[in-house]
């Protein structure tokens, strides 16, 4: 294959500040993260209708999570938050795991919270962000 070629086919990195769409900002998880996330893990409506872990979450558990997922090298999952795009809120996650690169694969799930007042609907993000 030649330089050109190869140089063609490689596709940009996601910039650090994050991919958008219409309603929301895609970017990489950071460790300031967890203060949200940790709210959401204990919160009883969602922690039993969403998310996996049935006990409640200590802030430590969750740095310890969070700092494992920022760590890690396998390239076989990819966790990235959701902003708002108007304000920078954070309002979920999108989970990609089992990530297969060659066959441009994976198993994707995301969490949106819109519990929160002054929200403006996230389901919709789903369908703009083709998540």
């Not at 204990?42 to 209708?49: A, C, F, K, L, S």
């Not at 996996?52 to 997922?69: K, S």
């Not at 890690?72 to 309002?91: H, K, N, P, Y």
Request: proline share 5%; hydrophobic share 40%; aromatic share 8%.
């Amino acid at each position: 294959m030649s330089r050109q070629s190869r140089d063609q086919n490689q596709r940009e990195p996601l910039p650090l500040t994050g991919l958008a769409c219409k309603v929301a900002v895609l970017r990489p998880l950071r460790a300031a993260d967890r203060e949200k996330s940790v709210q959401w893990r204990n919160d009883p409506e969602i922690r039993d209708n969403v998310l996996g872990c049935r006990f409640p979450i200590t802030e430590e558990m969750e740095a310890d999570w969070v700092g494992a997922v920022l760590k890690d090298q396998s390239r076989t999952r990819l966790i990235l938050a959701i902003e708002d795009r108007v304000d920078g809120v954070l309002v979920g996650f999108v989970y990609l795991n089992n990530i297969d690169w060659f066959a441009r694969k994976a198993r994707r799930n995301a969490f949106v919270q819109n519990r929160l007042p002054g929200t403006r609907g996230y389901p919709i993000l789903i369908k703009y962000c083709d998540l």
